[in-house]
């Protein structure tokens, strides 16, 4: 070992952390599903294509559409390695849920099965984990990467729950609502979570505070849809994010 390896090692051991070997990364990626025929095969085949160990961990979220023979004949192909099938449908916050206690990665992260964020910027979410500096990695869409431009108002509920949240976690996270969540895998799996629709993302946020998690935050790029282009979270969804973020914080610990 070089005295270059050494001192970081040393570092990071003071931070609380250890680094983490990349040839030695097995990077469960977690896709929660429902009604994505348009979109799945096509981030099936992106995430395949990334330079990494991957278990893909794919839940079918109960779709109605030709999803499931889409993603039966993907996991017959290989390019699945655990394919599961809610037989009613649960949310996103279940279908995470599920995969993540399916997964066995040293790391775990979520991804959506549309084109909304991109499997480029895996390397940079997995640095700080890779470095032993962090527990836990959010994209944030709001740190300067490139976006689509799309709705204001979604920006503005986005800030004020992000806000809202970090006065309850004192955390001074830019973008809690991301998709983009790496974690250690031991940790993720350690996390009592029960949200079933979106409010995993303010359960998984406040679990992660009161679990003392070295957060880190980075930006990433971001390609929302729109409504017509099959975007699911809506106004109900932004009012509940307050009930969640209140009850997992401060009622339920």
């Not at 070992?1 to 469960?28: E, F, I, Q, T, V």
């Not at 996103?92 to 499997?119: C, F």
Request: charge should be neutral; glycine fraction near 8%; proline fraction near 4%.
């Amino acid at each position: 070992m070089s005295r270059l390896d050494s001192l970081l090692g040393a570092k990071a051991r003071a931070r609380g952390g250890s680094p983490l070997d990349p040839a030695a990364l097995k990077l469960s990626v977690l896709m929660p599903v429902y009604n994505e025929e348009q979109w799945v095969e096509s981030v099936v085949g992106i995430v395949r294509e990334q330079p990494f160990n991957i278990e893909l961990v794919v839940v079918n979220d109960r779709s109605t559409d030709g999803t499931a023979a889409i993603l039966d004949r993907l996991a017959a192909e290989g390019k699945i390695d655990v394919l599961l099938h809610h037989p009613v449908n649960r949310g996103k916050g279940a279908a995470i849920r599920t995969a993540m206690q399916a997964s066995t990665g040293n790391v775990v992260l979520v991804q959506d099965a549309d084109l909304e964020y991109d499997p480029a910027d895996w390397p940079v979410l997995l640095q700080p984990i890779l470095d032993g500096k962090a527990d836990a990695v959010f994209g944030s869409r709001f740190l300067g990467g490139p976006h689509r431009v799309l709705y204001f108002w979604h920006s503005v509920g986005n800030a004020v729950l992000t806000t809202y949240s970090n006065m309850l976690t004192n955390l001074n996270l830019t973008d809690m609502e991301t998709c983009y969540k790496a974690m250690r895998g031991d940790l993720a799996r350690s996390l009592t979570l029960t949200a079933d629709r979106f409010g995993f993302e303010p359960e998984v946020t406040a679990r992660l505070a009161q679990a003392g998690a070295r957060i880190y935050e980075v930006p990433i790029s971001y390609s929302g849809r729109t409504y017509a282009e099959g975007k699911k979270i809506n106004w109900k969804d932004g009012v509940a994010a307050f009930w969640h973020i209140t009850r997992f914080n401060l009622f339920t610990r």
